[in-house]
């Protein structure tokens, strides 16, 4: 497809490297989710969250890089900031939510 594309082999490396990578990231959610005791089809949704999430980081760093004046590494670093606020969020939601049941 890459080649189909117009892509080189550097664009083939690239793209056999990101799949990998997300592949990786993929099957460790799911192993974790299973690990943890929550159902297949709990660890499956969890694993498509996380898919959805990189995928909305990529377009997100796409369009400040390309339709905006940041750097790859202020959008990266704008990404990463805006991830660990919505994890701090999440992870006070859940210490709230255990402490009143």
């Given amino acids: 497809m890459v080649s189909f594309l117009g892509g080189g082999t550097t664009e ?17 959610v799911y192993a974790l989710g299973t690990r943890s005791g929550h159902p297949h089809s709990h660890a499956v949704a969890e694993s498509a969250i996380v898919l959805g999430v990189m995928y909305l980081g990529l377009l997100v ?25 919505l994890l701090a969020l999440v992870g006070t939601l859940g210490a709230l939510g255990r402490s009143t049941a």
């Fill in 12 to 28: 083939m490396l690239y793209a056999f490297g990101a799949g990998a990578v997300v592949s990786g990231v993929l099957i460790g």
């Fill in 61 to 85: 760093h796409r369009l400040l890089t390309e339709f905006g004046t940041f750097s790859s590494g202020e959008a990266l670093l704008g990404i990463a900031v805006a991830l660990g606020a």
